[in-house]
């Protein structure tokens, strides 16, 4: 059974950063994309970032290039999000997710869903 855990959220003021983690159980993270989406109230799920394993190549999506780094440690099977000068926009419920086909974008590609980490940023 594959299992995603999320830690690392909080409350942060703008201008702040954030390390989000993935801990991913029941696969073997290099062999699937992993990444990020996002949710805000009243709003569809966003995906943020992304691993691809299909070529090694990073998404971000455009309003966040520049301040977050998807990073992973396979040998701890996690799966980072380093957020950096974060602003109020960025508040949302954090989700990591698998594809298990590398595809991305919409959240009906996503194979499995962690529980969601809270990130609020304050003005």
């Known amino acids: 059974q594959v299992r995603l855990v999320e830690s690392g959220g909080g409350l942060v003021q703008a201008g702040g950063s954030l390390n989000l983690s993935c801990a991913a159980s029941g696969i073997i993270i290099p062999n699937y994309r992993l990444g990020w989406f996002r949710q805000s109230p009243g709003q569809a799920r966003e995906g943020v970032s992304s691993w691809s394993s299909y070529d090694g190549s990073k998404y971000y999506v455009d309003s966040v290039k520049g301040r977050f780094t998807i990073s992973r440690d396979n040998a701890k099977n996690t799966v980072y999000l380093q957020m950096n000068n974060l602003k109020p926009e960025d508040t949302a419920i954090y989700y990591c997710?698998?594809?298990?086909?590398?595809?991305?974008?919409?959240?009906?590609?996503?194979?499995?869903w962690g529980q969601g980490t809270q990130v609020t940023v304050s003005s």
């Open positions: 997710a698998v594809s298990y086909g590398d595809s991305w974008g919409d959240a009906e590609y996503i194979d499995t």
